[in-house]
């Protein structure tokens, strides 16, 4: 993007299209969700303030076993418990003036259409086949793994949760076909992966060559169903591909595609835990829909507490409506931005908060502010004229317009750190020309024509500041420009930054104070009253009553054989005394065989509710202790009657 990109009428405007990643619906926003759409939403204010057309899209993903599982452990029917959750990123979202101009769901009617149209699409151009697919695989993270992935271990490698070894029929898309078309967009668009240093990493992860990838799912059914046209309703599409699609359906994808002309100019907006996704699915699905390939893909660091990653089951999480609510939006937004360089990761701390808003912000920006106010109404009854500015003021006029022209560039680029750091070396300038030229002393010397020249280029450094800070921190910036009677817009933008013309004789309006220091009021680190807790947040802390929810019992194995075309299950008939029994699949055939099995005794769980595994109804769970990737079962040491309760 270049700064002649300005234009006269939205029409004729070029367009650039700014997306976050959509949230999954498995827990309240934190603060990492907050980060990427602030960035984004500086970004879309930014590109509307340089007059460009922008369609800037947020929204919820809210399909997979995950968001099935969030919303059974909370006892909630799925698409209630999704509309919940949903809601309240949308209420959250317009509490913070996010200027999103759609909010997208994947369980939008219209969303669901384009995902199907996609996958037929790519279907009948012979992109997707059938097949089978086994694998460990993390339902945190929706992604399969191989073994060599994860080493002599269950544990997946991204998020350290435990995988499972899933074995279902499955549809494939041909992700080795465009290994060649991704390395080569690497290599030609040298900005398509922000920061740069990250496309390394996505050159050695193709270059090791792509496995077709699994595209849809049979052992849940909260999803998209596959087009009708495919007359195979065992399967759901899977969620990356539903989630990914966002991206297109927004724009009227398989529809209207009223709003696809934005998708010359796209930018993605993410963190770095889902750029393999949108680095190489994305692209790979693109270029099988025909599709160009996003503008760029920007992919941010974490924010961590204490150098530890956020999680509620560690106590450490940091809700982005308390820290606005105690610490004012505006300071929390400039804190994000201007803390941790793009692409790192950053540690949330509450003073290093408290720091920015006392020193950059209070000490900085606002000292400024008040100075002029000050010295316009005690010299000039606040009428002032930047009629002698350039006269006495030249020098520092023209570094303060060095600096800004250069500005751009970094927005682009999401440096917003370094952008922020060169507005804050402007300020400087008018902060140091006060201290030099002394307007005080110029008055006692009968000199109010270089006093009020000095004033007067203070206030146009101040609103060429708020123009160009209006993105990051819009309500003080529109505070900054009442204060000197003129409104922020792509009109100003052009007139004052663009053409650099100065302000013309104006009246400076006192306002109230917009940069108060703070007090140092930790705010507590806890789960809100309203997040709902997650199994992992339970973990080790259950009360008896949440133990004795399993029913847990003695079992007698009565028949085993093993589950015909899988290497892992068994299929047993338990005696759970008082005349019942249970059918469980169990995962243990490559530990015991059945005629280790049968007349000996387990422990079951006996109150699950009743899933399917490889299309077999299983009532209970029989109780292993894991060591490494070995099972082991638990038994009781001496023969016990069927139906003994544990516990
Ligand atoms: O991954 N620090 O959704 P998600 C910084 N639904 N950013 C963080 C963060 C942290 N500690 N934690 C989360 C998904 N984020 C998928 C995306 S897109 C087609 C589908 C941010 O709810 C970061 O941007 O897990 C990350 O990529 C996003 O939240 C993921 O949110």
Known sequence: MSQDSHCDTKKTCKKVYITTPIYYVNDIAHIGHAYTTILADTVARYSNLIGLDT??????????????????????????????????FSTLWDDFDITNNKFIRTTDEDHILSVQKAFSKMYDNGDIYKGSY????????????????????????????????????SYFFKLSKYEK?????????????????????????VKQGLNDLSITRTSFSWGVKLPESLNDDKHVIYVWLDALMNYLSALGFGADEKDMAYWENSVHIIGKDILKFHAIYWPAFLLSLGYPLPKHIATHGWWTRNGEKMSKSKGN????????DAYGLDNFRYFLLREVPFG???????????????????????????????????YFNFEISSCNAVKYHKDELKRSYDIIDNLEQYVYNMQFGRYLEDIWKVINIANNAITEHEPWTKMKENKPEEAMATVALCANILARVAILLSPVMPKVSAGIAQALN??????????????????????????????????????????????????EDLAGLITIDDFFKSTIAIGTVKEAKAVESSEKLLLLQVDIGENKSRQIVAGI????????????????????????????????MILCAKQRKKLILIRPDKETRAGSKIG
């Open 486 to 535: 003129f409104e922020i817009s792509p009109q100003t933008y052009i007139k004052h930054i663009k053409n650099e013309t100065l302000l013309d004789t104006f009246n400076i309006k006192p306002t109230e104070p917009l940069f108060p220091k703070v007090e140092d009021i930790l705010i507590p680190e806890k789960v809100k009253e309203e997040a709902p807790l997650s199994k």
């Open 134 to 169: 086994k694998g460990n695989y993390c339902v945190s993270c929706e992604t399969f793994f191989t073994d060599t992935q994860l080493g002599d271990d269950v544990y997946c490698p991204e998020c350290g949760k435990e995988t499972k070894v899933v074995e279902e029929e």
């Open 344 to 378: 790192q990761d950053g540690d949330f701390s509450q003073k290093a908060l408290i720091g920015r808003i006392n020193g950059d912000l209070s000490n900085g920006l606002g000292n400024l502010l008040n100075r002029v106010i000050g010295m316009s109404q005690k």
């Open 317 to 324: 999480v940091v809700n982005p409506r308390d820290v606005a």
């Open 589 to 620: 055939r490559k530990f015991y065989s059945p005629e280790d099995l049968v007349n000996t005794q387990v422990c079951v769980v006996s109150n699950l509710k009743p899933a399917k595994i490889m299309g077999i109804e299983s009532n209970g």
């Open 181 to 205: 078309q991704i390395l080569a967009w690497y290599e030609e668009k040298e900005d398509c992966i922000l920061p740069r240093n990250k496309k390394q990493e996505m050159i050695s992860f």
């Open 55 to 88: 369609f800037f899209l947020t929204g919820t993903d809210e399909h997979g076993q995950k968001i099935e599982e969030a919303a059974a452990l909370r006892g909630k029917d799925t698409q209630s418990y999704a509309d919940e959750i949903s809601g309240k």
